[in-house]
């Protein structure tokens, strides 16, 4: 049974940083797209980025230039490192993985990240 546990979120002043960790067990996930997904209150959930198993990457523009996304495959993990922080950022972050064979989408429990002063 695959499982995903991100951890990391928490409450950040305006610029500041913050780094989501994703653990997947159950399976590997090496050659599994890998993504990022965020929900605001009142808003619909949006992909904020992506990572192929090759390592290529994708964003979405409003965190393009500040958010990196990144995976460790010998540690079944991937990261989404967060700077400069905007309150618009404030919002449920999910980890998600596709398992293409067959077709199914795997999510974490979300953790909350919180920009405010």
């Known amino acids: 049974q695959v499982q995903l546990v991100e951890s990391g979120g928490g409450l950040v002043q305006p610029g500041g940083s913050l780094r989501l960790s994703c653990v997947v067990s159950?399976?590997?996930?090496?050659?599994?797209?890998m993504g990022w997904y965020r929900q605001a209150p009142g808003k619909q959930r949006e992909l904020v980025a992506s990572?192929?198993?090759?390592?290529?990457?994708r964003y979405t523009d409003s965190v393009k230039g500040r958010f990196t996304i990144s995976r460790d495959s010998a540690k079944n993990t991937v990261y989404l490192q967060m700077n400069s922080l905007k309150p618009e950022d404030t919002a449920v972050y999910s980890c998600?993985?596709?398992?293409?064979?067959?077709?199914?989408?795997?999510w974490g429990q979300g953790t909350q990240v919180t920009v405010s002063s």
């Open positions: 998600n993985a596709f398992r293409p064979l067959p077709p199914t989408n795997f």
């Open positions: 159950g399976n590997t996930f090496s050659s599994w797209p």
């Open positions: 990572i192929m198993s090759g390592g290529s990457t």
